[in-house]
């Protein structure tokens, strides 16, 4: 008797899926934050994105919320920011995406308050 191996794809993680949602979206300077060490309790992660419209940073916005619904049945847990568009964070629990127009990345400077965690850069 032979034994077939059934072949189960994996489902891709949500940090795949979030990264590859803003790429699509022409998000520049994709970048997440493991946020574990510190201890805060806020998330696990944080992913930080820019656009340079506000048109843009809601298109990049709506595309996450569709991936993950898409892909792996998530749902945003709470988002901020929709109706200015400046700055959308995006709660899926254990990531927390930033979604923020250049000029508003530049001058909060996010990834400076958590800059001893480790960094990892996503490129298309």
């Known amino acids: 008797m032979t034994l077939k191996k059934k072949v189960v794809k994996a489902l891709p993680s949500d940090m795949e899926v979030i990264t590859d949602a803003i790429l699509e979206k022409k998000g520049q300077n994709v970048i997440s934050l493991d946020?574990?060490?510190?201890?805060?309790?806020?998330?696990?992660?944080?992913?930080?994105?820019?656009?340079d419209s506000t048109t843009n940073v809601s298109a990049i916005a709506d595309n996450v919320e569709d991936r993950m619904t898409e892909r792996l049945g998530k749902k945003v847990?709470?988002?901020?920011?929709?109706e200015n568009r400046f700055w959308i964070i995006q709660d899926y629990g254990d990531i927390v995406v930033h979604i923020f127009q250049t000029?508003?990345?530049?001058?909060?400077?996010?990834?400076?308050?958590?800059?001893?965690?480790?960094?990892?850069?996503?490129e298309d």
Do not use: H, T
């Not at 946020?35 to 656009?51: E, H, Q, T």
């Not at 990345?105 to 800059?115: A, I, K, T």
């Open 103 to 122: 000029e508003y990345r530049n001058f909060y400077r996010l990834e400076d308050l958590w800059s001893d965690c480790p960094k990892k850069i996503y």
């Open 35 to 51: 946020l574990r060490k510190v201890g805060s309790g806020i998330c696990d992660y944080f992913v930080v994105c820019n656009a």
């Open 77 to 82: 847990l709470r988002s901020q920011g929709k």
